[in-house]
């Protein structure tokens, strides 16, 4: 079994990771803000890891006249920084145990949407970083790759989105929840718990991954 750190650990879809994951038996490191564990300034003090899931990530909606700064910085600085400076913190670890490093991007990263300039262009960088960093630490032996779930139900960020929409566009929920279900493909939200089991699955063993390490893995439509 293998010793996985999973930011983002406290809610959504990095809870389920370590539900999932810790019932499959590997030893999972959980890695939160609500802990006092922060992506921007990462403190790691393990002696071994095999696999980084870099799964921490914040959303800001607003119409793009009037994004502030503070807004623009904070979504970049988990959603692109805090995938930087994990890989950097964690490197050394991970290059000892030709280990892997699993970045949790989004559609965002694919398709523009109304109100979401800070989170879809961090997504977006987060998609090429997770490309770069396969490049930057193949010599290492480290497999980089990157998982895209669509809108998630029922997580912490899904239902803040859905009271930003809201707030943001002057609509009801009802309003807002048709919108949103248009350009999902399957008909529903993805059920956090299916992705958390797609992703156990493919780290389960490095051969069913090492071949997808500079891929991005779209989840939904």
Known sequence: MSKILVTGSGAGLGAALVTVLRGQGHDVVEYDIKHGH???????????????INCAGINRINWLKDVSEHEWDAVMDT??????LMAQEC???????????LNIVSNAAHMPMRCSAAYNA???????????LARELASDGITV????????HGTEMSDSIDEQVVATRGWTK??????????????AETPVIE????IAYLLSRKERHRYLTGCDLQYGA
């Open 145 to 152: 790759f990157s998982v895209s779930p669509n809108k998630l």
């Open 174 to 187: 009802e309003q807002a929840q048709a919108y949103q279900m248009q350009s999902l493909l399957a008909g």
């Open 79 to 84: 959603n692109v920084k805090g995938i930087f």
């Open 91 to 101: 490197r050394y670890l991970l290059s000892k145990s030709h280990g892997t490093i």
């Open 38 to 52: 922060d992506v921007r300034d990462p403190v790691v003090l393990l002696e071994d890891l095999d696999i980084l």
């Open 195 to 198: 992705v958390a089991e797609f």
């Open 122 to 132: 961090s997504k977006g960088a987060a998609l090429i970083l997770t490309k770069q």
